[in-house]
């Protein structure tokens, strides 16, 4: 397996600088427009009086919630979808037995 270092890029939010390395299921496009979206959160939230780091904060938690939702969300889903298939294959099961 070959040693390969992580691409590193320069991203902004909040008037702040970070270097982040870009991991390998993600591409630099998907890094900026992740940092574009915290960015816009915490300018939002920060022009309701908020320090920096309550800032942070309450958009860390905003993003986290809304991961729970969407997670929540897709495990229905996904249920969902697995009740079907087992409806379907017990279906198709009982035609072949007939």
């Known amino acids: ?8 890029i320069k991203i902004e939010i909040f008037n702040a ?22 960015d816009q959160m915490m300018r939002q939230v920060s022009g309701k009086g908020y320090d920096q780091a309550s800032t942070a904060i309450l958009v860390s938690l905003r993003l986290a919630q809304q991961a729970r939702k969407d997670r929540i969300r897709l495990d229905s889903q996904i249920g969902s979808l697995v009740e079907r298939i087992d409806q379907n294959l017990e279906l198709l099961l009982d035609q072949d037995s007939a």
Not at 1 to 8: H, I, V
């Open 17 to 38: 600088q970070y270097t982040v390395r870009i991991p390998e299921d993600l591409t630099e496009t998907d890094i900026r427009e992740v940092a574009g979206q915290v």
């Open 1 to 8: 397996m070959e040693n390969k270092e992580a691409a590193s």
